[in-house]
């Protein structure tokens, strides 16, 4: 209601500033003579440029204050909660039934795992560049009331020159603009995630610390509630240091908005209670002609109880991408773990193979040492999509679920990039991009790099795939 307001009367502001000068005749040189005209270039000369337009802008604000005031200040929002501890202690339970007991009860409410969110911010980045490069598609939106104004040329040309200007000078910082994105729904109202619900949150390389402390941060700030969980506290999600500075903003908001919970149990509850009460073997080990047989008879009696044709299928998946599914049959598919895990595919492909199947078989499952480490990191992505969307997986592997993810063996050196295991190309460039915009740099502590070359992170992401 107050922006409303403002924005109708700074546009009346102009309108009158328009009309003085087209009464005035300020443009019209026809009607000015020799000497007139020369005085008025000298004056402009020795005028900085845009300074005038800056002076008339302040000017404009500071009526604005007087006519409308100060905007409002919003009530204080309840504090939210930050859930931490171990795999399988409950976490994900408690912020879904929250999230659940809120349904009818909030209107306004989004509930993200870790990896769609990511991807959501990498939509919205593409969005708000385009709209930013597409100059013409600027003025046809934000300028187009002035089209119809009775005024000269000049004079309308100046009006879009004094909204280019205020526009520029508000442009948010590309973080911004995405998190206010979460805020407005598909009509572009201003009445969004009034509850954020937001499952694992973790910090897997510098785009994650920079991208999530700008738009969390942005959110908190303007009233939304925030439920997390993740595995590790909030001072302990950044160990290795990266963006020390921008990281410590966002521990500073979460301290400031959320209750910080250890759920503690060194119990992980998913292992020990079965999904349906039935002794059904899912993971076959090793891999013999014996599992294999039996990993072969499961797929056959499951796709004839579908009743459907084995067929290869392509599915879509965001930014305009799809994928194969080489064996797919009304709900079930099949891949081997090459297939899935051994391309540059990710959290993208994984969600739109989740979302289109409810069983899905894997075979030929490797020793997940440091020697196939990017490979590791898919597969743990693509579990934890499984997870999220309560796919039912059925494995071959080489080794028991346990010991699958050794992470002793020694291999090469990996660079920072491998690192970042962020292998789809949609993810690369944009982790470029924001990280000039904020100033990031790109080197981590040695620390981390220590950590890194380690394997700590992956052998810590797959306990949790495990539980998964």
Known sequence: ????????????????????????????????????????????????????????????????????GQKPVAPVAPKGLYLYGNVGSGKTMLMDMFYGATEGVIKHRRRFHFHEAMLEIHDHMHDVWKRRDDGKSME??????????????????????????????????????????????????????SILCFDEIQTIDVFAIVALSGIL????????????????????????????????????????????????????YRRLIPTDGSTQIHYYWPTNPDTRNMF????????????????????????????????????????????????????????????????????????????????????????????????????????PIDNLFQGTEEGPLFDLESFQFETEAEGSKLRRDVSAEGNVGAGPSTRGLVSMLSGQEEMFAFRRAVSN
């Open 296 to 399: 072969e008879a499961m797929w056959h009696d499951i796709t004839n109880q579908t009743g459907g044709n084995i067929t290869a299928v392509t599915i879509p998946v965001m930014f305009g991408r799809s994928i194969e599914i080489p064996q797919s049959c009304s709900g079930v598919a099949r891949f081997d773990f090459e297939y899935l895990c051994g391309r540059p595919v990710g959290a993208a492909d994984y969600i739109a193979i989740a979302r289109n199947y409810h069983t899905i078989f894997i075979s030929d499952l490797p020793a997940m040492s440091m020697k196939i480490r990017d490979k590791a990191r898919r597969f743990i992505t693509l579990i934890d999509e499984m997870y999220n969307h309560h796919c039912r997986l059925i494995c071959l592997a080489t080794l």
């Open 217 to 268: 941060s942005r959110l908190l700030s303007t009233g939304t509630v925030l439920v997390a969980t993740s595995n590790k506290a909030p001072e302990d999600l950044n160990q290795d240091g990266m963006q020390r500075e921008i990281f410590l903003e966002l521990l500073s908001k979460l301290d400031e908005t959320c209750n910080k919970i250890l759920v503690g149990t060194e119990t992980d």
């Open 1 to 68: 209601m107050w922006d409303n307001t403002r924005e109708k009367e700074r546009r009346r502001l102009l309108l009158e500033e328009a009309e003085d000068k087209q009464h005035d005749g300020v443009w019209i040189d026809e009607k000015r003579g020799f000497l007139d005209k020369l005085i008025s270039r000298k004056r402009r000369a020795n005028i900085e440029p845009g300074v005038g337009r800056w002076v008339s802008y302040l000017n404009r604000e500071r009526k604005l204050d007087n006519l409308v």
């Open 140 to 193: 046809s939106s934000a300028f187009s009331w002035i089209s119809g104004l009775p005024f000269d040329a000049k004079i309308k040309e100046w009006l879009i020159g004094e909204e280019k200007y205020k526009q520029d000078k508000h442009q948010k910082h590309i973080l911004l603009a995405v998190a206010d994105k979460f805020l407005v729904d598909r009509q572009a109202n201003k009445c969004g995630a």
